[in-house]
């Protein structure tokens, strides 16, 4: 099948790689040209696992084309995904300037049946101001499906080549065969294809991420308990997940959720619900919980220093807003960084992926350490805002070698207890007791 994927961010590359790893002639579209340069190029834009040996060879076989041409991206292709920013506007509500600008461009282009599917992050009734905005310019026929994108940063390959159900809305038979017929490879483990309308797959992407982004904080607020009960996260987490109603994934506590959809799509919910008058009262109580856990840690660091960090110079592993990922879309990481700088310290960063993206937004107002390790030199004590697998095992000996204090404060949970006592290490993590 011949398709075109507009929008080649995080979402697009990895849509339009899969499609043509299952065989189609896909088209990818941006405005950014240098992007588009590189890609032709055969230079991956983004930090995916096992993406670019999919886009090098479909890149080969010439099943993947890279373009700014919109016209020209369109021109065969049955199926055109928008996979677009919705970034959040200045009310919370999902920007759609993106989208309905691509779907006015689109109406003056095309000239026989397209299908066009919303791949982005939208708010419920989209797709009907989508197809208004063609509508307008085009006489041809076409069909607006609404198909949310479910895939996880740095198990994104893998999400999109084996999702666990593919939510499609529309109300078009013709499409419903076409999206079928796309989507088949797959499903093949017959894992389903969800037929829906437009309005409640648009719904349905929303529910999705305020829920999962309900179980952080939910699980952040059971370990601020567990610190003052004296309990220990871990344990109830264990307890917990094992139980298949609620399940093991999700349960994590730490400094708070991030990324490019989480918050942005909890926001966009909310105002959502506001516009209908309706008052989503746990999903405003999931938002309050999460900016206080951003910098939650911090306070624990300026309790040890006795309230002054002037001067003080923190080591920090990890920036990406999780790991295996190069994105930094509201990192926790940025959120500290912030915090402490404004109280005069210093920080001395690193981390596998992330370092050029944090570089291009912060400049010199932290330092870019080479290794884990040379992060470490100078430092006043060590903080680890991501989850990296090269942090959980340490060379510990090192640590207490390089920084001045033997103190580590850990947003994520990943030594010890009793292994940090051993060791002689002041440790701070989440809803776990202190080691001192
Ligand atoms: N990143 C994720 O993990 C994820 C997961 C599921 C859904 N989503 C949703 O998917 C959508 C895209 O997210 P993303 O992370 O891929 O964003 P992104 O910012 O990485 O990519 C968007 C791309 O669109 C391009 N673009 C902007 N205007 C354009 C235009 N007029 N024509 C062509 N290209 C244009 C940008 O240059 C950029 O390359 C959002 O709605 C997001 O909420 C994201």
Redesign the pocket.
């Known amino acids: 099948m011949k398709i075109a994927v507009?929008?080649?961010?995080?979402?697009?590359l990895v849509t339009g790689t899969c499609f043509a790893e299952t065989g189609n002639d896909v088209t990818c579209?941006?405005?950014?040209v240098n992007?588009v340069n590189k890609l032709t190029n055969g230079e991956i834009t983004i930090y995916e696992p096992g993406l670019e040996k999919l886009f090098l060879r479909n890149l080969k076989e010439e099943r993947l084309h890279f373009t700014t041409d919109?016209s020209a991206a369109i021109k065969d292709a049955v199926i055109i995904f928008l996979?677009?920013?919705?970034p959040p506007g200045e009310d919370g509500s999902a920007d759609l300037k993106?989208v309905l600008?691509?779907a006015d461009d689109l109406g003056k282009i095309i000239k026989n049946y397209k299908v066009i599917v919303d791949?982005?992050?939208v708010p419920v009734g989209t797709a009907e101001k989508v197809h208004s905005a063609i509508a307008k310019n085009s006489k041809s026929d076409f069909d607006v499906v609404s198909n949310p994108?479910?895939?996880?940063?740095g198990v994104a390959v893998e999400d999109f080549m084996k999702p666990d159900r593919v939510v499609v809305g529309t109300n078009s038979e013709k499409a419903r065969k076409l999206m079928s017929d796309l989507y088949a490879p797959f499903v093949r483990q017959g894992n389903p294809v969800i037929f829906m309308d437009e309005r409640s797959a648009e719904l349905t992407k929303y529910a999705a991420n305020s829920f999962l982004a309900a179980k952080i904080s939910f699980m952040n607020e059971i370990a601020r308990l567990c610190e003052l009960l004296d309990a220990d996260v871990d344990m109830v987490r264990r307890g917990i997940g094992s139980d298949d109603r609620i399940g093991k994934r999700f349960l994590f506590p730490g400094i708070g959720y991030g990324g490019?959809?989480f918050p942005k799509?909890v926001q966009a919910l909310v105002k959502s619900a506001n516009d209908v008058k309706y008052d989503f009262k746990i999903l405003n109580a999931v938002m309050n919980i999460n900016e206080g856990q951003k910098l939650y840690l911090i306070s624990g660091i300026k309790k040890y220093f006795n309230n002054d960090l002037k001067g003080k110079k923190f080591a920090l592993w990890g920036l990406a807003f999780k790991p295996n990922t190069d994105d930094i879309r509201e990192a926790p990481s940025l959120y500290m960084i912030d915090a402490l700088v404004k109280e005069g310290a210093t920080v001395s960063a690193f981390d596998p992926e992330a370092m050029n993206n944090v570089k291009k937004l912060l400049g010199d107002k932290i330092e870019y350490a080479e290794s884990q390790y040379m992060a470490l030199a100078n430092a006043d004590a060590l903080i680890i805002a991501t989850e990296w697998n090269e942090f959980r095992t340490p060379d510990f000996a090192k640590i207490a070698a390089s920084l001045k204090n033997k103190a580590i404060f850990d947003g994520r949970n990943l030594f010890d207890l009793a292994a940090m006592r051993e060791l002689g290490f002041y440790y701070q993590s989440i809803g776990r007791a202190i080691v001192k």
Not at 6 to 12: D, N
Not at 29 to 32: A, N, P, Q
Not at 83 to 86: C, E, G, H
Request: glycine content about 12%; overall charge negative; some cysteine.
């Open positions: 507009v929008g080649t961010g995080y979402v697009g579209v941006d405005i950014d992007k919109l996979a677009l920013p919705t993106y600008g691509v791949k982005s992050t994108e479910f895939l996880r940063e490019s959809c799509d």
